[in-house]
Each structure stands twice: as structure tokens, then as C-alpha cells.
């Protein structure tokens, strides 16, 4: 059966989680998982979520015999970056720069490390342009 949407629910994120950080499990170790970080969810959930993700094209068995295993098929890294495409489009009506006066005009100030972050990924953006500025000017 395949799902009508496949966008992913916070439960089905959560088990999601577990499978970026540890890789191939079993429906039942990817409850222990959970359960060890204090997300308790009785193994039936799990395993309803873990088809659900199949079926979503999230997550793909291993292997063909009980108990099955299941690995992720998309990274983290290609379903955030959907997230905040999604975000950006609904939320913000395509303009990143209105999320980024939310996120960093906010009353609260930033702490020194997520500032010294900020400007370390201004600065290899605009080392990226300026690589990219030369080798269209045909720079070495």
C-alpha cells in the first residue's frame, strides 16, 4: 500500500532520527533506541512506523527473512534540506530573506558560538563566490 503523502510525521521523524544515527536496525532495536532516549513507544507503534516509512520511500528491509532490518534510503542531509525548502515556500512565500530576519532579528540575542558559526559559514560562502567570480574571469 502506498501512502497519499509522503511527507513525514514528527513520530515517523523521530524514528527517522534513530535510523541517521545508527544506521541498519530492526523495527524492535530501533524501539530500544528510542526508549533509551526517553522517547517511549510500544513496539507495535514502532513497527507501524517503520512501514509507514517504507511505504514512503524513507527507509528500505535489508533483508528478505525475520526479524527484518531496514536502512535509510534518503539522508538526513536531503530530507531537512526539503523541510526548509517547504518552509521557506509556505511559511515565508519564498523569501529567505524573511526567514532570515525572523531567525536572527529576534529579541533574543545570539550566544558567542552560535554567532563565531554564523560568521564562519558567511565566510566560506563568499570564499565559494569569490573561487567562482575568478574561474568565470578564467583565473587560475
Known amino acids: 500500500m502506498v501512502r497519499p503523502s509522503k511527507e513525514m510525521t514528527e513520530r515517523e521523524l523521530e524514528v527517522m532520527h ?5 544506521g541498519e536496525l ?10 533509551e532516549s526517553g522517547v517511549d513507544r510500544a513496539y507495535p507503534t514502532v513497527a ?3 512501514r509507514i516509512l517504507v ?3 524513507y527507509l528500505r528491509p535489508t533483508n528478505d527473512q525475520r526479524p527484518y532490518r531496514y536502512e535509510p534510503i534518503r539522508s538526513f542531509a536531503e530530507v531537512s534540506s526539503g523541510f526548509i525548502g517547504d518552509l521557506v515556500k509556505r ?3 519564498g523569501s529567505r530573506e ?11 540575542s545570539l ?18 563566490s569569490d573561487d567562482s567570480s575568478a574561474k568565470k574571469k578564467g583565473a587560475p
Open 18 to 22: 534513530v535510523y541517521w544515527e545508527h
Open 26 to 35: 530492526t523495527a524492535n532495536e530501533a524501539r530500544d533506541c528510542l526508549a
Open 48 to 50: 507501524n512506523l517503520v
Open 55 to 57: 511505504d514512503k520511500g
Open 91 to 93: 511559511v515565508f512565500q
Open 98 to 108: 524573511q526567514m532570515l530576519v525572523h531567525l536572527f532579528g529576534r529579541q533574543e
Open 111 to 128: 550566544s558567542d558560538k552560535e554567532r563565531e558559526l554564523l560568521r564562519s559559514i558567511l565566510r566560506q560562502d563568499r570564499d565559494a
